[in-house]
């Protein structure tokens, strides 16, 4: 099998993002060109509210030269797409899967006019299959702020089951054999 990430000690192989698409949106992989609108977003206090602090320009531009490095190292720790609406071209935002602690942890940020119109899931969904078909990883997870309870939502929709860690954030997993057994043989 082809795996990227794993956190049961399997061999890793160099597989990166590639472009995605979804009924409504377009999912580019991250690239140099997007430190703009990269910045732009982790500086938004308003959109990193629930999300962490918020970055001044020279830690986003920090972040997002190690998102790239992660992203284009020999054995890959990020796939990250930068979604745009495909009927329109409009930003959507930035989501995808960052290994932390040897696993794969799923996130996303959506502009704020673009939200609550199901771009998240829609996005996210199609980057959990990704992960587990395509990057074969073994599992995945996730992480917010107890405040966040659109993103709770969101991972609760996704399929993720809450674990215990630490007492001030809220954890997630989803193994394989889970991901196959609830979302249909058709995902897998
Ligand atoms: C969290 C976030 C990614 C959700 O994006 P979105 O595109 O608005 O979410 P969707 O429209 O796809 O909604 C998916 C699910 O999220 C939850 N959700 C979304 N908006 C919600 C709201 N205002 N209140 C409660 N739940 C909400 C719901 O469970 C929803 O499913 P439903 O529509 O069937 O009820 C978005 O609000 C965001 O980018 N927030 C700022 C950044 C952030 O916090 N990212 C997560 C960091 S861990």
């Known amino acids: 099998m082809n795996v990227g990430v794993g956190s049961e000690g399997e061999t890793l192989a160099p597989i990166r993002a590639r472009v995605l698409s979804t009924p409504r949106l377009s999912l580019q992989p991250l690239q140099a060109s997007d430190m703009s609108r990269y ?9 990193m509210e629930h999300a962490g602090a918020r970055l001044g320009t020279e830690a986003a531009r920090r972040a997002f030269r190690a998102s790239l490095a992660m992203m284009n190292q020999p054995v890959p720790r990020a796939w990250l797409w930068v979604a745009t609406e495909r009927a329109t071209g409009e930003d959507v935002g930035l989501m995808g899967l960052v290994t932390k602690s040897d696993v794969p942890e799923i996130g996303s ?25 395509r990057l074969g990883m073994s599992v995945q997870s996730g992480c917010q702020l107890p405040t966040n309870l659109r993103s709770i939502g969101l991972m609760d929709k996704l399929g993720f089951k809450q674990v215990p860690g630490r007492p001030d954030r809220i954890h997630w997993h989803l193994d394989r054999a889970s991901w196959m057994a609830d979302l249909g043989p058709d995902v897998g």
């Open 39 to 47: 910045c732009a977003w982790f500086g938004d206090a308003e959109l």
């Open 109 to 133: 940020i959506i502009v704020t006019p673009q939200q609550g119109k199901g771009f998240a899931y829609e996005a996210l969904a199609c980057i959990r299959d990704e992960g587990f078909r």
